[in-house]
């Protein structure tokens, strides 16, 4: 069975920085892509990066050049360093996962993946 889970460190103020890790357990294979997510309160869930198994990656443009996806690749280990935070960035955040092969198109799309951690709260005051 596969399980991801979210740990980070938080509260945290605007403009500081947070790393948020995800540890992926029970997955077999060495093909796959990995993503995080996040959702407000109310709202529909946001893509924000994915990455693949190869280490190519893709960004939403609302977190381009303020976020970075990364991964530990023995550990199956998923990182997103949060740099530049703002109030608005307070969210539910997950980590997912699908089984597929890299150098394949990195969806944002939360249909796409299967395999969901339960979400980490990240609070971020002005």
């Known amino acids: 069975q596969v399980q991801l889970v979210e740990s980070g460190v938080g509260p945290v103020q605007s403009g500081g920085s947070l790393r948020l890790s995800c540890v992926v357990s029970?997955?077999?294979?060495?093909?796959?892509?990995m993503a995080w997510f996040r959702q407000v309160l109310g709202k529909e869930l946001e893509g924000l990066a994915a990455i693949d198994s190869a280490d190519n990656t893709r960004y939403a443009a609302s977190v381009n050049g303020r976020f970075t996806i990364s991964q530990d690749n023995a550990k199956i280990t998923l990182y997103l360093q949060m740099n530049s935070l703002k109030p608005e960035d307070t969210a539910t955040y997950y980590c997912?996962?699908?089984?597929?092969?890299?150098?394949?198109?990195?969806?944002?799309?939360?249909?796409?993946?299967?395999?969901w951690g339960q979400g980490i709260q990240v609070a971020v005051s002005s």
């Open positions: 029970g997955y077999t294979g060495s093909n796959y892509h």
């Open positions: 997912a996962a699908v089984r597929k092969e890299p150098f394949r198109f990195l969806s944002l799309s939360p249909l796409e993946y299967p395999y």
